[in-house]
């Protein structure tokens, strides 16, 4: 009896904190952060960003290169102005529009998310969507968004210095308080070392190229 009672609380646990996450992006792209230790990660060094993951789009004959030439310029990079989609259902929260995209290797660690965008998923999930184009978000606070639904274009905004698309969730509404949790990704394919895996329901980690199944 106690074995049950301990198997339908952790059930009851499970079902509140459901959720679907995809990926919030079309086409094949890299893992250049994610993990669960500083090696893999360098947002494990902030609790609110625990587990957060940054994308870049590949691309071209490789199918592995970030840029069309010498990725001199933002605009060289498969990921800018990239459409950046929602990975889960929910209500979004707040939204920055603002910033100006950096030049290629310059950072502006004053407002390290730049233009993002915050969505509810549940009463303790807050995904943040960061580092948009300016002028590109297409949702307002209040609106109730679907997965995949557009959020905006892949920018250089805020403490980023090339084109690319970060994404992490936490318990709480402002960016860099409470902690970050791990995102399990559905339906998804992965390549790993050479080796393909298709769709699968995985957390990520640095040195992946994932796409949508």
């Not at 074995?3 to 059930?11: D, E, K, Q, Y």
């Not at 990725?71 to 889960?88: A, C, K, R």
């Not at 300016?134 to 805020?158: D, F, I, M, R, Y």
Request: aromatic share 8%; charged share 15%; glycine share 10%.
């Amino acid at each position: 009896m106690r074995a049950l009672l301990a198997f339908a609380l952790l059930a009851s646990a499970i079902d509140v904190h459901a959720q679907e996450f995809h990926l919030p992006f079309q086409g094949r792209w890299f893992v250049m952060q994610g993990g669960d230790t500083l090696n893999v990660n360098q947002h494990m060094s902030v609790a609110a960003q625990w587990y957060g993951i940054d994308f870049l789009k590949v691309a071209g004959p490789s199918q592995r290169e970030l840029s069309r030439s010498t990725g001199s310029t933002v605009e060289d990079f498969y990921s800018w102005g990239e459409p950046v989609l929602s990975p889960v259902e929910g209500d979004v929260q707040a939204i920055v529009d603002r910033f100006p995209d950096n030049p290629l290797g310059v950072k502006d660690a004053d407002n390290p998310a730049g233009n993002h965008v915050v969505i509810k998923a549940a009463s303790d999930r807050y995904i943040f969507i960061a580092h948009l184009q300016k002028g590109s978000v297409k949702v307002k606070p209040g609106q109730h968004v679907t997965a995949g639904q557009e959020l905006g274009k892949c920018g250089n905004s805020g403490n980023s210095d090339a084109p690319h698309v970060h994404m992490h969730l936490q318990d709480t509404l402002t960016l860099n308080q409470g902690h970050g949790q791990n995102i399990v990704f559905q339906g998804i394919n992965v390549e790993m070392n050479g080796k393909s895996f298709k769709n699968v329901n995985w957390p990520l980690i640095r040195g992946l190229f994932v796409w949508k199944k």
